[in-house]
């Protein structure tokens, strides 16, 4: 149960580390193609 619950926690740490990663890349190409757009 325990060993579980690790690799689960393990998981998760993984899932969130690559989540904080990629939002800032992905809101930055979203806000630059509003940006973009709101300019032609």
């Known amino acids: 149960m325990v060993d579980a619950?690790?690799?689960g926690a393990s998981v998760?740490?993984?899932?969130?580390?690559q989540v904080l990663f990629w939002a800032p890349k992905i809101f930055s190409l979203y806000f630059d193609s509003l940006?973009?757009?709101?300019?032609l």
């Open 12 to 17: 998760l740490m993984d899932v969130e580390v």
């Open 35 to 39: 940006y973009f757009y709101g300019n």
């Open 5 to 7: 619950l690790a690799s």
